[in-house]
């Protein structure tokens, strides 16, 4: 028994060493330095069936149309970022659990949509469920309207149609952050990506107005972020900028802070528009460095503010994220895109995303359950929080 108890010890004191080395090797890297698994609208609760029922013909006459109608350019931008084709309801077919179980587990990267509604009362009656009402049906999943009468931003993903939350309000989502901070202090810092919903889809009456994010709500939205957070759990792009003349020069020099220095902290990656697509932004106007902002804007490599990049199609882009990378550039790719992978249980997008070297690795599926019954899920390899990057932490 003795003997037992002695190796047990043992294997407990290894474990907690290898732990404790593997943090040590970590914080010695910067945050440009890592890499780290993280949910994509990471908020989401599932879309009432009859909702979807509803919207997928609707969605696919309208995506014909324009298809049909876009330019060659763009149209070719859309389907890097939407390589396949799958139905609305099959593109929604996810849902994660809340912040602190999706910390808990290991993800380091959370996605919070975003809507700008400065009077309130803007997202209380969603057309789809009053549609389906007016039809009969009775049965549609409850969804949370706490605050949704008060003015401030709210979390969703699309008006009217995909609208149920575990975080009804922004003020809401960053609370269960800093909560779960608190209890962890020391915490390896998070990636919080932060999409500025500007654009509606009102395929029914009574839908919702959504309004764009000009300079002043961006401001209220940089706010919000240091009210609930508190400014010492931020690294923004002035403590990156440092002494050099642009974001841009600081980040092609690595000036980014070590693991060490921001344990314990929150990284702000801002798209400024509706899916990314629009990188025109009042988010900095004025500010061409970012100066005084608290998150970092998506970009392209020759902005001055360039900092962070999305690039979303790692097997289109394997070569341009690897670059980038190497550059000194924070990227975002995804492991799957709109349910395909796990539909099908192929993890090619997965390891290529991963093989890419980008930083923030994006997955709908991060434990095994989907609604595909099939095995597909996605993990960080080797396991744990995060892990040497393994095109720019190499000695």
């Given at each position: 028994?003795?003997?037992?108890?002695?190796?047990?010890?043992?294997?407990?004191?290894?474990?907690?060493?290898?732990?404790?080395?593997?943090?040590?090797?970590?914080?010695?890297?910067?945050?440009?330095?890592?890499?780290?698994?993280?949910?994509?609208?990471?908020?989401?609760?599932?879309?009432?069936a009859?909702?979807?029922?509803?919207?997928d013909?609707?969605?696919?006459?309208?995506?014909?149309?324009?298809?049909?109608?876009?330019?060659?350019?763009?149209?070719?931008?859309?389907?890097?970022?939407?390589?396949n084709?799958?139905?609305?309801?099959?593109?929604?077919?996810?849902?994660?659990?809340?912040?602190?179980?999706?910390?808990?587990?290991?993800?380091?990267?959370?996605?919070?949509?975003?809507?700008?509604?400065?009077s309130?009362?803007?997202?209380?009656?969603?057309?789809?469920?009053?549609?389906?009402?007016?039809?009969?049906?009775?049965?549609?999943?409850?969804?949370?309207?706490?605050?949704?009468?008060?003015?401030?931003?709210?979390?969703?993903?699309?008006?009217?149609?995909?609208?149920?939350?575990?975080?009804?309000?922004?003020?809401?989502?960053?609370?269960?952050?800093?909560?779960?901070?608190?209890?962890?202090?020391?915490?390896?810092?998070?990636?919080?990506?932060?999409?500025?919903?500007?654009?509606?889809?009102?395929?029914?009456?009574?839908?919702?107005?959504?309004?764009?994010?000009?300079?002043?709500?961006?401001?209220?939205?940089?706010?919000?972020?240091?009210g609930?957070?508190?400014?010492?759990?931020?690294i923004?792009?002035?403590?990156?900028?440092?002494?050099?003349?642009?974001?841009?020069?600081?980040?092609?020099?690595?000036?980014?802070?070590?693991?060490?220095?921001?344990?314990?902290?929150?990284?702000?990656?801002?798209?400024?528009?509706?899916?990314?697509?629009?990188?025109?932004s009042?988010?900095?106007?004025?500010?061409?460095?970012?100066?005084?902002?608290?998150?970092?804007?998506?970009?392209?490599?020759?902005?001055?503010?360039?900092?962070?990049?999305?690039?979303?199609?790692?097997?289109?882009?394997q070569?341009?994220?690897?670059?980038?990378?190497?550059?000194?550039?924070?990227?975002?790719?995804?492991?799957?895109?709109?349910?395909?992978?796990?539909?099908?249980?192929?993890?090619?997008?997965?390891?290529?995303?991963?093989?890419?070297?980008?930083?923030?690795?994006?997955?709908?599926?991060?434990?095994?359950?989907?609604?595909?019954?099939?095995?597909?899920?996605?993990?960080?390899?080797?396991?744990?929080?995060?892990?040497?990057?393994?095109?720019?932490?190499?000695?």
């Open positions: 028994m003795k003997t037992m108890m002695t190796r047990a010890l043992g294997t407990m004191l290894l474990a907690c060493a290898t732990t404790i080395c593997g943090a040590q090797s970590l914080d010695r890297l910067k945050i440009n330095q890592v890499q780290v698994l993280g949910t994509h609208n990471s908020y989401a609760r599932p879309v009432d009859a909702v979807l029922a509803l919207v013909p609707i969605f696919e006459k309208m995506g014909e149309t324009f298809m049909k109608s876009m330019p060659e350019d763009q149209l070719a931008a859309f389907r890097e970022f939407h390589p084709t799958v139905k609305m309801s099959e593109g929604l077919r996810y849902n994660h659990p809340p912040f602190d179980v999706q910390l808990d587990a290991g993800i380091r990267s959370i996605e919070i949509d975003v809507y700008n509604d400065p309130g009362n803007r997202f209380n009656r969603p057309a789809a469920y009053q549609v389906l009402r007016q039809k009969g049906v009775t049965d549609l999943a409850p969804f949370d309207t706490t605050d949704l009468d008060k003015p401030g931003f709210k979390v969703l993903h699309m008006a009217d149609i995909d609208f149920r939350t575990h975080y009804t309000t922004f003020k809401g989502a960053l609370a269960a952050m800093r909560s779960w901070s608190d209890a962890h202090p020391g915490h390896f810092p998070v990636y919080v990506m932060i999409e500025a919903k500007d654009k509606g889809i009102p395929l029914f009456p009574g839908s919702a107005a959504v309004l764009p994010f000009d300079e002043k709500a961006f401001d209220a939205l940089d706010q919000e972020v240091i609930q957070l508190g400014r010492d759990k931020l923004t792009p002035d403590d990156v900028r440092g002494q050099f003349p642009t974001l841009r020069e600081a980040v092609l020099a690595k000036n980014w802070p070590t693991v060490k220095a921001a344990r314990g902290k929150f990284i702000f990656l801002l798209l400024p528009s509706t899916a990314g697509m629009d990188l025109a009042d988010y900095v106007k004025n500010r061409p460095n970012l100066e005084g902002r608290v998150m970092f804007m998506q970009s392209k490599p020759q902005d001055s503010y360039a900092a962070f990049l999305l690039l979303d199609n790692a097997i289109m882009r070569q341009e994220i690897q670059q980038a990378v190497k550059q000194g550039f924070l990227v975002r790719t995804r492991s799957d895109i709109e349910t395909y992978e796990a539909k099908v249980n192929d993890h090619t997008r997965a390891e290529a995303a991963f093989k890419s070297g980008a930083q923030v690795i994006s997955t709908d599926f991060f434990r095994p359950g989907n609604g595909y019954g099939t095995p597909y899920f996605v993990t960080l390899p080797g396991g744990g929080e995060a892990r040497p990057n393994p095109v720019n932490a190499r000695r």
